[in-house]
């Protein structure tokens, strides 16, 4: 029998927690999970894969003891460019200097600068803006040779230090989505019992294939995660939306590449699109920033989180507060109290999804959205849904719905994979034997847990009959007796 523990799970939306040295251990792991995150975030741009490993284990651990679907995501790198090294980790430098970058590792100096990407000189045009460290410095290609040097003049910034990433917010990079390290990480990712692959650069549609493909030939479960923080995936945002299972906003790399006055207008834009498609969407990065140290967030933070929950996004997500903070967990309570106050006057302030007759999924999408509306007409305590690949969860979390969701699945993966899915509960269930049955079965479950009492009016959803696993094709008011 799995041990108890008292979770905060009360928020509609969900909380992605990053881990790194701070929240490695067991112990963190367990206190995070206690203070209401829902998904862990496994960063690959650092740690070694046996690091990872012990996180993984101990996560599977948690979820085993205390019967909870804690999901994992793996978030690959991508082709993250940085300058190398720099002499004495400073170079200074004033608009007006001309700086020479090369593709062969070198110590940097105002002679030769070692850039990380072999195509840089191929790809850019003069013209063309270069950003390095995170838009503190910016550049202007003022020539290349189209083989291995690029000199390029200072417009602003004042010291050049080693390692600092580099944007190329102008210039169409043709150096794949994944790189060697994330084939090589993918290839481990996809050994463990991961929910969600982070796809990082995406700029169209067929990046977000071409890694389905590679799970999909390892038969591995995972769903793809677009992130979304260059120019190029703007202008391609319905199909990586159609194409992606969901999105992440990584506003970090975003707001560097798009004048970051946009990025208000550009969240409310994606967030909308993903609820019209049923697809999960995390807003990311500097949520609690100053969290990293202070106890306690700034009230501009605040106000930002707020407003991702009053967007409806699925989920708001924590990187370097967790992952390398002075209390992860206190970061994660802050969160949760912001999302309850925001979701207490949360209202579907957009158009409600609606069913496209031209898809395969249409009569069972009519149904997943009839559901929450019946549930409105009626005054239900909750809708309640079967899933085998967490169609019908997503479909009734588009529609943001008053009444609670509560999907059953017999498939353990599952379950963790919908805990990033706005306001969605789920439960282990294996017997379906006929589908009244079932009905009464699950109804019983919710009562006896205490989130159902007699006399609520709930709507089940399901499929008939129920041993072909169509989807769902049948609606029920139930009175709880």
């Given at each position: 029998?799995?041990?108890?523990?008292h979770?905060?799970?009360?928020?509609?939306?969900?909380?992605l927690a990053?881990i790194?040295?701070?929240?490695s251990?067991?112990?963190a792991l367990?206190?995070?999970?206690?203070?209401?995150v829902?998904?862990f975030r496994?960063?690959?741009s650092?740690g070694?894969?046996?690091?990872?490993?012990?996180?993984?284990?101990?996560?599977?651990?948690?979820?085993?003891?205390?019967?909870?679907?804690?999901?994992?995501?793996a978030d690959?790198?991508?082709?993250?460019?940085?300058?190398?090294k720099?002499?004495?980790?400073a170079?200074?430098?004033?608009?007006?200097?001309?700086?020479t970058?090369?593709?062969e590792e070198c110590?940097?100096n105002?002679?030769?600068i070692?850039?990380?990407?072999?195509?840089?000189?191929?790809d850019v045009?003069?013209?063309?803006?270069?950003l390095?460290?995170?838009?503190k410095?910016?550049?202007?290609?003022v020539?290349?040779n189209?083989f291995?040097?690029v000199?390029?003049?200072?417009?602003?910034?004042?010291?050049?230090?080693?390692?600092k990433?580099?944007?190329?917010?102008?210039?169409?990079?043709?150096?794949?989505?994944?790189?060697?390290?994330?084939?090589?990480?993918?290839?481990?990712?996809l050994?463990?019992?991961v929910?969600?692959?982070?796809?990082s650069?995406v700029?169209q549609a067929?990046?977000v294939?071409d890694l389905?493909?590679?799970?999909q030939?390892?038969?591995?479960v995972a769903?793809?995660v677009?992130?979304?923080e260059?120019?190029?995936?703007i202008?391609?945002?319905?199909e990586?939306i159609?194409?992606?299972d969901?999105?992440?906003?990584?506003r970090?790399?975003?707001g560097?590449?798009?004048?970051?006055?946009?990025?208000?207008?550009?969240?409310?834009?994606i967030?909308?699109?993903?609820?019209?498609?049923?697809?999960?969407?995390i807003?990311?990065?500097?949520?609690m920033?100053?969290?990293i140290?202070?106890p306690s967030p700034?009230?501009a933070?605040?106000t930002?989180?707020?407003?991702a929950?009053?967007d409806?996004?699925?989920a708001?997500?924590?990187?370097?507060?967790?992952s390398?903070?002075?209390h992860?967990?206190?970061?994660v309570?802050?969160?949760?109290?912001?999302?309850?106050?925001?979701?207490a006057?949360?209202?579907?302030?957009m158009?409600?999804?609606?069913p496209?007759?031209?898809?395969?999924?249409?009569?069972?999408?009519?149904?997943?959205?009839?559901a929450?509306?019946?549930?409105?007409?009626?005054?239900?305590?909750?809708?309640l849904?079967?899933?085998?690949?967490?169609?019908?969860?997503?479909?009734?979390?588009?529609?943001?719905?008053?009444a609670?969701?509560?999907?059953?699945?017999?498939?353990?993966?599952?379950l963790?994979t919908?805990?990033?899915?706005?306001?969605v509960?789920?439960?282990?269930?294996t017997?379906?034997?006929t589908?009244d049955e079932?009905?009464?079965?699950?109804?019983?479950m919710?009562?006896?847990?205490g989130?159902?009492?007699?006399?609520?009016?709930?709507?089940?959803t399901?499929s008939?009959?129920?041993?072909?696993?169509?989807r769902?094709?049948?609606?029920?008011i139930?009175v709880?007796?």
């Amino acid at each position: 029998m799995a041990a108890t523990l008292h979770v905060n799970d009360t928020q509609k939306t969900k909380i992605l927690a990053t881990i790194g040295p701070a929240s490695s251990s067991k112990e963190a792991l367990l206190d995070l999970v206690k203070a209401g995150v829902n998904v862990f975030r496994l960063n690959f741009s650092h740690g070694a894969h046996s690091q990872h490993q012990q996180v993984i284990d101990n996560i599977l651990e948690i979820n085993e003891k205390y019967n909870l679907h804690v999901g994992i995501l793996a978030d690959l790198q991508g082709p993250k460019l940085r300058v190398g090294k720099i002499e004495n980790n400073a170079l200074p430098i004033a608009p007006g200097d001309v700086l020479t970058f090369v593709n062969e590792e070198c110590i940097g100096n105002m002679d030769r600068i070692y850039m990380s990407y072999e195509l840089f000189a191929s790809d850019v045009k003069v013209g063309e803006k270069v950003l390095v460290d995170d838009g503190k410095i910016v550049l202007e290609v003022v020539s290349t040779n189209g083989f291995n040097e690029v000199k390029l003049k200072v417009l602003f910034g004042s010291v050049l230090s080693s390692n600092k990433g580099v944007n190329l917010p102008d210039t169409a990079v043709s150096q794949p989505s994944l790189t060697v390290k994330d084939l090589e990480d993918l290839d481990y990712v996809l050994t463990q019992p991961v929910n969600w692959i982070a796809l990082s650069f995406v700029r169209q549609a067929k990046d977000v294939k071409d890694l389905q493909k590679r799970i999909q030939a390892k038969k591995h479960v995972a769903k793809v995660v677009a992130k979304i923080e260059k120019p190029e995936a703007i202008k391609n945002i319905k199909e990586i939306i159609k194409a992606s299972d969901a999105i992440m906003i990584a506003r970090g790399d975003l707001g560097v590449e798009m004048p970051i006055e946009k990025l208000p207008a550009l969240q409310k834009m994606i967030i909308t699109r993903c609820i019209q498609k049923a697809k999960p969407v995390i807003v990311a990065t500097q949520m609690m920033e100053s969290m990293i140290t202070n106890p306690s967030p700034s009230r501009a933070e605040v106000t930002d989180v707020a407003n991702a929950v009053l967007d409806g996004t699925d989920a708001v997500m924590l990187s370097g507060e967790t992952s390398v903070g002075s209390h992860p967990a206190l970061v994660v309570e802050a969160m949760r109290k912001i999302i309850g106050e925001a979701e207490a006057h949360y209202h579907m302030h957009m158009k409600r999804p609606q069913p496209d007759p031209d898809t395969e999924t249409f009569l069972s999408d009519v149904l997943c959205l009839t559901a929450p509306r019946l549930a409105e007409d009626v005054n239900a305590k909750a809708i309640l849904g079967m899933t085998v690949n967490g169609y019908t969860a997503f479909k009734i979390s588009s529609y943001r719905p008053k009444a609670a969701i509560h999907i059953f699945s017999d498939k353990p993966h599952m379950l963790s994979t919908l805990s990033m899915v706005w306001g969605v509960k789920c439960y282990l269930y294996t017997k379906f034997t006929t589908t009244d049955e079932t009905i009464e079965d699950v109804n019983a479950m919710l009562k006896e847990a205490g989130e159902l009492q007699t006399g609520d009016i709930v709507i089940n959803t399901g499929s008939m009959p129920l041993h072909k696993r169509f989807r769902t094709n049948m609606l029920k008011i139930t009175v709880i007796e």
